[in-house]
C-alpha cells in the first residue's frame, strides 16, 4: 500500500517526496518527452518537428483526388491523427480524475474517521492520480511528435513531386472545363430547337388565327423580368447570347484564374509591380516604369500635339 501523503500525515514532506513533486514539475514545465517513453529525443532537432494546431491542420489538408504516392502518406497520417485523438481523450479523463481526487481521498478519509478508523488508513490517491496524468501527457506528446514527422514527410513528398502532380491536376482540369466548354456550345443550338417546337405549340394552339407569339424569343427567359431578376440580380432584359458569352467567361476563369500562391506555381502570376507588391526602386523593370512614365504624360495637356493643345494649355506651355 502507497505511503500516505504529508499533508494526511500531518508532518513535514520528506525529502523523497520533495524529489517527486520537483520531478512532476519538470514533467509539466520542460515536456521531458524521455521519461516513459524512453525512445523519444529531446534534442532542439527533434523538437523542431512539433507544429502548431494550425500548421498541422494545413499540412493535414487533402485534395479531392488521390495519388496513388500520396495514398500511403495520407493513410498514416489517418492512423496517427486518430490515435492522437485517442491520447488526447485518455488524458481528459485523467485530468479530470486528478482533479477530484482531493474530494474522493477527503471523503474516504472522513468515512474512515467516522467508522472509528478500524483497519489501515486509507491512502490518498493524488500522487497516482498525477502519474497516470503525466503518462497520459507523455503518450500524447509521443503521438504528436510521431504525427509531425509524419506530416514533415508527406510534405516533403508533395514538394518533390510537385511539378508532376500539378501536371495531372492541370490535365484533368483541361479536360472538366473542355466538357463544359463544349456543353456551353450546344446550349444554343439546343435552345433554338427548343423555339421551333415552341412555335409549332403556338400555331396549333392558335389555328386557325395566327400564331399568337409571346416575349421575346432572343431573350433570356422571354424577356420575363421576374425570372431573370430571382437569378441574376438585375431587372435589365439579358439577351441569351449574352448569358452564354458569361458561360465561356466562367470556364475561362475557371481554368486560368488562381489565387497569388498558386498562381506563381502555375506560372500564371502577373509581374509583380509597386501597384501591386511592395518593391524597392531598384527592383522594379525598368520597362514598366517607361510605361507608366508616358501614361503620365498622355493624361498632360501640353503633352499632346502642340496642335492639339488647349489655349490654356498652350498659355501654361509658353
Known amino acids: 500500500m502507497s505511503r500516505a501523503p504529508a499533508w494526511a500525515r500531518d508532518e513535514q514532506p520528506t525529502l523523497e517526496e520533495l524529489s517527486n513533486a520537483g520531478m512532476r514539475e519538470e514533467v509539466v514545465a520542460g515536456r521531458l518527452h524521455t521519461r516513459g517513453v524512453g525512445h523519444l529525443p529531446v534534442d532542439p532537432a527533434a523538437a523542431a518537428f512539433e507544429l502548431t494546431e494550425q500548421t498541422r491542420t494545413l499540412r493535414s489538408s487533402r485534395p479531392n483526388r488521390r495519388w496513388r504516392s500520396l495514398a500511403k502518406h495520407d493513410e498514416a497520417i489517418s492512423r496517427l491523427s486518430r490515435k492522437r485523438d485517442d491520447a488526447l481523450a485518455r488524458l481528459h479523463e485523467a485530468e479530470q480524475a486528478l482533479e477530484q481526487a482531493p474530494n474522493h481521498d477527503a471523503r474516504t478519509l472522513a468515512a474512515w474517521i467516522a467508522a472509528g478508523e478500524k483497519g489501515d488508513r486509507p491512502a490518498a490517491t493524488v500522487y497516482e492520480r498525477e502519474r497516470d496524468r503525466d503518462a497520459a501527457r507523455l503518450l500524447v506528446e509521443a503521438v504528436t511528435i510521431e504525427l509531425d514527422q509524419a506530416l514533415e514527410t508527406r510534405q516533403r513528398h508533395i514538394e518533390d513531386n510537385r511539378a508532376g502532380m500539378v501536371k495531372d491536376a492541370r490535365g484533368e482540369l483541361d479536360e472538366k472545363v473542355g466538357k463544359l466548354e463544349a456543353a456551353s456550345q450546344q446550349l444554343l443550338a439546343l435552345r433554338q430547337a427548343a423555339l421551333e417546337a415552341r412555335e409549332v405549340l403556338e400555331w396549333i394552339a392558335s389555328f386557325p388565327e395566327p400564331r399568337e407569339s409571346f416575349g421575346f424569343p432572343t431573350a433570356t427567359a422571354l424577356g420575363l423580368r421576374k425570372p431573370v431578376e430571382t437569378t441574376l440580380g438585375t431587372k435589365a432584359r439579358v439577351e441569351y447570347a449574352s448569358l452564354l458569352l458569361a458561360l465561356e467567361e466562367d470556364a475561362k476563369a475557371i481554368r ?47 503633352s499632346r500635339h502642340p496642335n492639339e493643345l488647349s489655349d490654356e494649355a498652350r498659355d501654361f506651355r509658353e
Open 256 to 302: 486560368n484564374q488562381f489565387g497569388p500562391v498558386a498562381a506563381k506555381q502555375l506560372g500564371l502570376a502577373e509581374p509583380a509591380t509597386p501597384l501591386t507588391t511592395a518593391m524597392w526602386d531598384g527592383d522594379v523593370d525598368p520597362g514598366w516604369k517607361r510605361e507608366q512614365l508616358e501614361k503620365a504624360r498622355g493624361l498632360l495637356p501640353w
